[in-house]
């Protein structure tokens, strides 16, 4: 039986949500754990950048628009600014990753 209470005060990890799908810790399993492990990271990892950049490039136009309707940033045609959130989406990743290869 799932406790959604516990779920919602405390969310599990990514690493624990891996866990419980392969059954625990024993050896057997070990690479299919840290497997699911990585994809389950990158998986909220990738959506999670796809909100920031959508949502929030979407928003800020919005907010834009409503509060400074003859800014110079909505002078940009559309097509532009769609290509730039692409642009961001693609580069994102990359800048992201680069702190992560430091440590290594």
């Known amino acids: 039986k799932i406790d959604f209470a516990s779920i ?3 969310p599990p990890t990514t690493f624990e ?5 392969t059954g625990g810790s024993t050896s057997d399993n070990h690479f299919l754990r840290e497997g699911l492990f990585i994809f389950l990271t990158w ?3 990738y959506v999670f950048i ?4 959508y949502g929030g490039g979407f ?3 919005a907010a834009y ?5 003859q800014a110079n940033t909505l002078k940009v ?3 532009e600014q769609m290509r730039q959130m692409l642009h ?3 580069a994102f990743p990359m800048y992201a990753v680069v702190p992560t290869i430091g440590d290594i």
């Open 50 to 53: 796809h909100v920031v950049v």
């Open 8 to 10: 919602l005060t405390k």
């Open 43 to 45: 998986l909220f990892y």
């Open 77 to 79: 045609p559309w097509e």
């Open 65 to 69: 628009r409503h509060w400074r309707p």
């Open 59 to 61: 928003g800020i136009l």
């Open 17 to 21: 949500v891996a866990h419980a799908l």
């Open 88 to 90: 961001s989406e693609k």
